[in-house]
């Protein structure tokens, strides 16, 4: 007999996204759930190699893993199904309490369609390749070819109807990404007959609306230089959107797409990425097309904090919840976690976690070991033993967050006019003062890059929660209590029980008189300020 993921988790409603006031939660057994997640290598989808994946995601702390299911390996004759892998993935992960969010790499996986069955592949006739401008070929599948779409939806289908059979009861399984990082390098959209035709008629309805546009017309005619890429995206969209929707029908499990970035600073055409994926550009029109999408996510592998923060903003726009599914491994990438959640982000999840021994240095790390993964689990263990209570709080809360960026300066959070907090990043314990940013002294061993960075949740007008590593917290007056001074009423060190705040001890004298100094050891604070 296998045992259920969490004791709670037989009999409980569908995983849902869900959203008010311009916030969204994932709703996992009926409660809002914060992904603690890990992606596998992309060849990890086998079950040899589970038995590597396990260790990782235990070592960084993750409560979700994300793995692929490829079409090629449940639908390897046409029509035969082959659900083996997904029963033992399951099974086993179910063993190792964690639970799954299933990437679908069908039609497009990093735009090609490597992962579909070779009767798929290789059957240009019967499924269409994209043709270029120039009326070459592109190595990409047409998104404007019903056979193909049909074939796919048929297999996503299959899998989302065994998926209901095997843990309809349970929600091991508890979001489905369709695609991999869609859109076509080196065309900006297909260029064939048929393609050719569709682009001469015109905007569809739903998108004018969307885009707040009256005047219909011709592609070209309402969205001038744009119109390629907006055809593309949409095209792709709609395919996505049918399939997820067929899915959805027999067992509706939240989905989301991923995106291969556009840059988010500077102005590029889309002939430099993948044209018609759901980049930042386009969340709107994936709206528009996907209703069956919940989350439109950034895949970041920027390094550097200017362009992470970027990509966060821009996909926190149009209402879309935000989701990392995919970020480096790399020691830098992991303080990210803070502006995510602080965002009021629902999950986060580096990429390439296992130890089957390749790593995608440079977009990740080199270093896939423990010690490698360091980083993320002295964050992930923050969030581990409250994963359930923070999501509901950021959910119902103002909550905010910041991550050392990479001038290494300190930043200031306005708490809502009446108060402020101050982020110094270092570590910060008698003895071991650390101001880098003044070039006092060189960065102590673990802080050569940056680290740091602090969530904190409003929980009533003078009451914060905050947690974080490798920062100095100095609350100070905003503008609405001028003139006053700033006491702690108390500053308690404590835990989550059954959604009970549980004070283990109180900080007072050293340990709040120079600042709230977080360090590598998990602490989660109950912050309350007072004035006199
Ligand atoms: C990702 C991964 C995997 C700053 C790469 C990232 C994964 C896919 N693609 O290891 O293949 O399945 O989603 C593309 C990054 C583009 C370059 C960014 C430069």
Redesign the pocket.
Known sequence: LVPAVEAWAQNKPLPQVVKKNGKAALMVDGAPYLILGAQAN?SSNYVAQLPKVWPAIKDIQANTLEIPVAWEQIEPKEGQFDFAYVDELVKQARQNHVRLVLLWFGTW??TSPNYTPDWVKLDNKRFPRITKKDGTMSYCLSPMERTTLEADKKAFVALMTHLKKIDGDQHTVIMIQPQ??SGTYGSVRDYSPKAEKVFNGPVPQALLKKKGISKGGTWSVVFGKHADEYFHAWHIASYINEIAAAGRAVYDLPMYV?A??REPLIEVGPETYSSGGPTHNVIDIYQAAAPAIDIIAP?I??RDSANYEAVLSLYSKFENPLFVP?TGSDTEFARYIFSVFGRGGIGFSP??IDYTGYT?YP?GGKDMSPEGLKPFREKYALFAPMMRDWAKIAYENPVWGVSEADDRKPQTIDLGGKWKLDVLYGEWQFGLTEWTWMGKVDPVPGREKPNGGVVVAQLSEDEFLVTGVHARLNFGLGPKTKGKNLIFRSVEQGHFENGQWVVDFVWNGDQTDYGLNLTGQPAVLKVKLATY
């Open positions: 992309n996986k990093n991999n990082e991923n291969a970035l895949d592998y920027k995919e990429f390439g995608n977009l």
